[in-house]
């Protein structure tokens, strides 16, 4: 012992002087910044993450149809700024204030970020970025990831590369979609545990309820809208608890199950949506719905699905799940459906608008700009019925919604007054007020061939001169093209201008609209929604009658 008290010292480590230690603050500051935003340039890749239902597959979908374009514009702002920042660093190394103006760089660094943000977020967005608890533990990790990342290169080419003394940050912007995607592989496995959490607990509660009527609704297109139609039928006799807006995927029928669904409900609506095979069994295996709807089969979803075999199996995952002590009902006035019927197993029923036999059907239709009229029979009743909704599609969707409102119970009166109560759904074929005197149609949200096609025909029902502004249809996979093709042809015998808007589908509708002696000078072009309005405003006058048909979904715009 006491020879250890005799040795000499060890060498300590000087302390840090009031310089390194002024430099280890910047350089944590710095990091922090960066971190956060970058967090807010990455908003359209964390947007499309969610719009796809976090499914990696969609992120990458998204980046292969984008062509690399919004990661370009990260590119570009990483050369500009890594550019700046060298070229400072080297200007003005032998300058007497060098420690100082090496700082200098930086400014014009989060000068360039600063920009990139500011006009990402004036674009205007379909479907913003949900900031929901999932998105924040996300975002997170992201800021984590990105704050580490920029420490360490900062410090990295401080000690090794001089010259490109805090340059690195420069380098960090085009990594970005890499952070994503690390941030969502480190999350995963706890989000899928809290999602089979969720699900266990709305299973749970479900099954306080054994005398609860459950129902599935399915379809390519047309899902919200008989949804809602369904669910006002039904409201006539039940207490009806139904899935809100487009809730559709195993966690929003999940939210619905734990926040709307009270034990007075007797009947659960549940809207269905799918982009993979098996989405649609993984919605039946948490509700056992024992009524089936589907609305119809089209290409929407051809480019997740890949092939239509893909896509037709799907939708009869709901057939599958109610065949043993269900019904489906399906709608014949899509020849898919039809052939799909031939398929299903178990107890079924197929709607038919030309039906003059069936137990449920309609006479004397009759569609105008302001509604349709037509007779309901049921067996040997019948009601004059009319309705606000427009277009021979949507008493297509009544007719399918009163077969499954006889089955259970409803009398063709209460039918019939439901009809006479139903209202659009925002964004889908409504009629909206313009401050210029215009007739709006607004069918945004529609993104469906045959939802297009129907709108256009309703579009006829209007007099006067017809504008038609569409992006066209997207995630069809092979038959994008030819379906937009065909789209051209189609609103060539209806429209009077064609506004194309952004250029996805451009070459598609154009060609479509040239190749059916549609006046070249009467398709025009838009970058944007906005661009669009201002160049209809230049062509339109008061009665003229404006079709927006669909909007791109973010994942696109």
Same mark, same amino acid.
């Given at each position: 012992?006491?020879?250890?008290?005799?040795?000499?010292?060890?060498?300590?480590?000087?302390?840090?002087?009031?310089?390194?230690?002024?430099?280890?603050?910047?350089?944590?500051?710095?990091?922090v910044v960066n971190a956060v935003m970058l967090v807010m340039a990455g908003y359209k890749f964390l947007q499309v993450l969610q719009l796809s239902n976090?499914?990696?597959?969609?992120?990458?979908?998204?980046?292969?149809?984008?062509?690399?374009?919004?990661?370009?514009?990260?590119?570009?702002?990483?050369?500009?700024?890594?550019?700046?920042?060298?070229?400072?660093?080297?200007?003005?190394?032998?300058?007497?204030?060098?420690?100082?103006?090496?700082?200098?760089?930086?400014?014009?660094?989060?000068?360039?970020?600063?920009?990139?943000?500011?006009?990402?977020?004036?674009?205007?967005?379909?479907?913003?970025?949900?900031?929901?608890?999932?998105?924040?533990?996300?975002?997170?990790?992201?800021?984590?990831?990105?704050?580490?990342?920029?420490?360490?290169?900062?410090?990295?080419?401080?000690?090794?590369?001089?010259?490109?003394?805090?340059?690195?940050?420069?380098?960090?912007?085009?990594?970005?979609?890499?952070?994503?995607?690390i941030a969502y592989f480190i999350t995963y496995p706890f989000e899928k545990l809290r999602a089979k959490r969720y699900c266990k607990i709305a299973k &749970? *509660?479900?099954? #306080?309820?054994? =005398? +609860? /009527?459950?129902?599935?609704?399915?379809? $390519?297109?047309?899902?919200?809208?008989?949804?809602?139609?369904?669910?006002?039928?039904?409201?006539?006799?039940?207490?009806?608890?139904?899935?809100?807006?487009?809730?559709?995927?195993?966690?929003?029928?999940?939210?619905?199950?734990?926040?709307?669904?009270?034990?007075?409900?007797?009947?659960?609506?549940?809207?269905?949506?799918?982009?993979?095979?098996?989405?649609?069994?993984?919605?039946?295996?948490?509700?056992?719905?024992?009524?089936?709807?589907?609305?119809?089969?089209?290409?929407?979803?051809?480019?997740?699905?890949?092939?239509?075999?893909?896509?037709?199996?799907?939708?009869?995952?709901?057939?599958?799940?109610?065949?043993?002590?269900?019904?489906?009902?399906?709608?014949?006035?899509? &020849? *898919?459906?039809? #052939?799909?019927? =031939? +398929? /299903?197993?178990?107890?079924?029923?197929? $709607?038919?608008?030309?039906?003059?036999?069936?137990?449920?059907?309609v006479s004397g239709l009759k569609t105008t700009s302001s509604g349709s009229e037509f007779v309901l029979n049921i067996g040997e009743k019948n009601i004059?019925?009319?309705?606000?909704?427009?277009?021979?599609?949507?008493?297509?969707?009544?007719?399918?919604?009163?077969?499954?409102?006889?089955?259970?119970?409803?009398?063709?009166?209460?039918?019939?007054?439901?009809?006479?109560?139903?209202?659009?759904?925002?964004?889908?074929?409504?009629?909206?007020?313009?401050?210029?005197?215009?007739?709006?149609?607004?069918?945004?949200?529609?993104?469906?061939?045959?939802?297009?096609?129907?709108?256009?025909?309703?579009?006829?029902?209007?007099?006067?001169?017809?504008?038609?502004?569409?992006?066209?249809?997207?995630?069809?996979?092979?038959?994008?093209?030819?379906?937009?093709?065909?789209?051209?042809?189609?609103?060539?015998?209806?429209?009077?201008?064609?506004?194309?808007?952004?250029?996805?589908?451009?070459?598609?509708?154009?060609?479509?609209?040239?190749?059916?002696?549609?006046?070249?000078?009467?398709?025009?072009?838009?970058?944007?929604?906005?661009?669009?309005?201002?160049?209809?405003?230049?062509?339109?006058?008061?009665?003229?009658?404006?079709?927006?048909?669909?909007?791109?979904?973010?994942?696109?715009?």
């Amino acid at each position: 012992m006491f020879n250890l008290l005799l040795a000499e010292p060890i060498d300590m480590p000087a302390p840090l002087g009031f310089e390194s230690w002024l430099t280890f603050w910047l350089v944590i500051i710095i990091s922090v910044v960066n971190a956060v935003m970058l967090v807010m340039a990455g908003y359209k890749f964390l947007q499309v993450l969610q719009l796809s239902n976090y499914r990696i597959s969609g992120y990458f979908i998204w980046i292969k149809q984008d062509k690399g374009a919004y990661w370009g514009r990260l590119l570009i702002l990483t050369f500009l700024s890594s550019a700046a920042l060298l070229i400072t660093n080297v200007l003005l190394e032998n300058f007497i204030v060098y420690k100082i103006m090496t700082w200098l760089g930086l400014v014009f660094y989060f000068l360039f970020v600063t920009i990139f943000v500011v006009n990402q977020f004036q674009v205007t967005k379909k479907t913003p970025l949900r900031y929901t608890r999932r998105i924040n533990r996300l975002i997170g990790v992201l800021f984590v990831l990105i704050f580490v990342a920029t420490l360490f290169l900062l410090n990295f080419t401080t000690i090794y590369i001089p010259y490109f003394k805090y340059g690195a940050i420069g380098l960090t912007p085009v990594l970005l979609p890499i952070f994503i995607l690390i941030a969502y592989f480190i999350t995963y496995p706890f989000e899928k545990l809290r999602a089979k959490r969720y699900c266990k607990i709305a299973k &749970a *509660k479900l099954n #306080e309820f054994p =005398n +609860l /009527i459950k129902i599935g609704v399915t379809g $390519s297109y047309a899902k919200t809208s008989v949804k809602n139609i369904l669910a006002s039928m039904l409201a006539e006799k039940y207490e009806v608890c139904a899935s809100p807006y487009s809730y559709n995927t195993t966690l929003g029928i999940t939210k619905t199950i734990d926040e709307n669904l009270l034990s007075k409900h007797q009947v659960f609506v549940c809207e269905m949506g799918a982009r993979f095979v098996g989405d649609i069994k993984e919605i039946c295996d948490l509700v056992n719905p024992t009524i089936g709807v589907l609305t119809g089969i089209g290409n929407q979803h051809l480019g997740t699905f890949k092939t239509q075999e893909n896509l037709v199996k799907t939708k009869l995952e709901l057939a599958e799940s109610v065949k043993a002590n269900g019904i489906m009902f399906v709608n014949g006035d899509n &020849a *898919k459906t039809r #052939e799909a019927y =031939n +398929l /299903i197993e178990g107890k079924k029923e197929l $709607s038919d608008l030309t039906s003059t036999t069936d137990r449920v059907r309609v006479s004397g239709l009759k569609t105008t700009s302001s509604g349709s009229e037509f007779v309901l029979n049921i067996g040997e009743k019948n009601i004059r019925c009319k309705t606000a909704l427009l277009g021979k599609h949507n008493v297509s969707n009544i007719l399918l919604c009163a077969m499954v409102a006889d089955y259970l119970g409803l009398t063709i009166e209460e039918i019939g007054h439901a009809i006479s109560k139903l209202t659009p759904v925002a964004h889908r074929l409504a009629l909206v007020p313009s401050d210029n005197s215009l007739v709006i149609i607004d069918d945004a949200y529609n993104g469906s061939e045959e939802g297009a096609n129907a709108a256009i025909e309703v579009l006829s029902d209007f007099e006067g001169k017809k504008f038609i502004i569409t992006p066209g249809l997207v995630e069809l996979g092979k038959d994008q093209f030819n379906s937009n093709f065909e789209l051209g042809k189609n609103m060539a015998a209806v429209a009077d201008y064609v506004i194309i808007n952004g250029s996805i589908n451009y070459e598609a509708i154009s060609s479509g609209l040239i190749y059916a002696k549609f006046d070249q000078s009467h398709i025009l072009r838009a970058g944007s929604t906005k661009q669009a309005v201002d160049v209809l405003n230049s062509f339109a006058k008061a009665g003229d009658v404006v079709l927006f048909e669909n909007d791109l979904p973010d994942n696109y715009a």
